[in-house]
């Protein structure tokens, strides 16, 4: 398909060159970066600091929306809610607006499917399609951003745990983050954003070399590789024996805290036996440990832990003095759940237009 390029790819350098090649003033990179990120302008025409003339040059060369929204589920309890964005090559990618007292946090996605196969997602149940562009990637922050900001609210976090592995697509997640985070543009804080991974070492080497302020979960959901290569595939690529020493220098070097998550799963991981096994890896990190009751998905049958066994996995952690949380599961009613974003084989089959 031969699309025009997506605008929310471009960095300000990228479009003060552009600019500066059709000899256009400086400034006017300036006022477009704005209109974007900061008007979160939806088209050109709102941006009406611009003249014509350029307007209409930006229009015939690039796109200023890659994502339809095709389908948006409310919960019951109207405070989460989960829209399918189609995109220009017919596949889709879903999103998730939670929220919760003050805060308005959204889980985006960085890919079409996944490729890591851990068997309880939904996402990874359906392979890997294609990495999103960071353009894509931003531009469900700016959907959700433009809503809110409707209501006169604004979003306070972001959590990249969507559809995808992120370090799988390491440049493009990375990029969307600054793009984001810049601060004559969308200025979000980095330490209100939240990258999540499977567990790639050299990726998460690499970030912790970076040494940014933004938030880094692991998904940890075992403590023994027979457990978790059977769970999470990847782990047999990237053991606990070399994934735990990487996140430790990961603290070690940022002075940052890492956090684990952690399905819970019936008769799974969810005894003493794997509390303890999880305390002992852990021992010593500065580290906060979310636990979430497993989201059901089709391909993986077994429930959610009991609220008793979680709590009793929960004493054992703060006996051993590891801070942890149980995380609630907001928007389960619309299959916006952790790891629960998935397209049945008609986009927009699943959920309400
Ligand atoms: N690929 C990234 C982001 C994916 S989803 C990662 O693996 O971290 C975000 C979180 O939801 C991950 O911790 C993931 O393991 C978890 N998750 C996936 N499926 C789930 C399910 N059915 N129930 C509960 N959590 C799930």
Redesign the pocket.
């Known amino acids: 398909m031969n699309q025009k390029p997506l605008i929310y790819d471009l960095t300000l350098e990228q479009i003060s060159s552009l600019l500066q090649d059709w000899g256009e003033p400086s400034f006017r990179a300036g006022q477009i970066w704005h209109g974007l990120y900061r008007q979160l302008a939806s088209s050109l025409e709102a941006i009406t600091s611009l003249p014509v003339s350029l307007r209409s040059r930006l229009m015939a060369s690039y796109r200023f929306q890659s994502l339809k929204p095709k389908a948006i589920a409310h919960s019951q309890d109207r405070l989460s809610e989960k829209v399918l964005f189609e995109l220009p090559d017919g596949h889709a990618v879903e999103a998730v607006l939670m929220r919760y007292e003050r805060r308005r946090t959204i889980c985006i996605s960085t890919q079409v499917g996944?490729a890591?196969e851990?068997v309880?997602?939904?996402?990874g149940q359906m392979g890997f399609k294609r990495h999103l562009s960071s353009g894509e990637i931003v531009e469900q922050a700016l959907y959700f951003a433009r809503k809110l900001s409707e209501e006169q609210d604004h979003l306070t976090n972001i959590v990249?745990?969507?559809m995808?592995?992120?370090f799988h697509n390491y440049d493009a997640s990375l990029a969307a983050v600054d793009r984001l985070n810049d601060h004559q543009g969308f200025c979000f804080g980095a330490r209100r954003i939240t990258l999540?991974?499977?567990g790639l070492v050299p990726e998460i080497e690499r970030f912790t070399q970076e040494k940014r302020q933004v938030n880094l979960?692991i998904?940890l959901?075992a403590a023994t590789n027979e457990l978790r290569s059977r769970l999470l595939p990847i782990n047999r690529r990237y053991p606990l024996e070399v994934l735990i020493p990487a996140c430790r220098k990961y603290v070690e070097i940022t002075g940052r805290r890492i956090i684990f998550?952690w399905?819970m799963m019936k008769d799974i991981n969810d005894g003493r036996d794997q509390a303890n096994a999880l305390a002992d890896l852990i021992n010593g990190l500065n580290c906060h440990v979310n636990l979430?009751p497993?989201?059901?998905?089709p391909k993986?049958i077994q429930k959610a832990a009991s609220r008793i066994r979680i709590e009793a996995f929960v004493r054992i952690l703060e006996d051993r003095g590891i801070s942890c949380t149980i995380r609630l599961r907001r928007g389960i009613d619309i299959q916006a759940?952790?790891?629960?974003l998935a397209i049945k084989n008609n986009a927009g089959n699943d959920i309400s237009s």
């Not at 309880?120 to 996402?123: D, L, R, V």
């Not at 497993?294 to 998905?297: A, E, F, G, K, S």
């Open positions: 996944c890591m851990c309880f997602c939904a996402t990249f745990m969507g995808g592995e992120p999540s991974t499977v979960a998904s959901h998550e399905a979430i497993l989201n059901p998905t993986f759940g952790c790891g629960q």
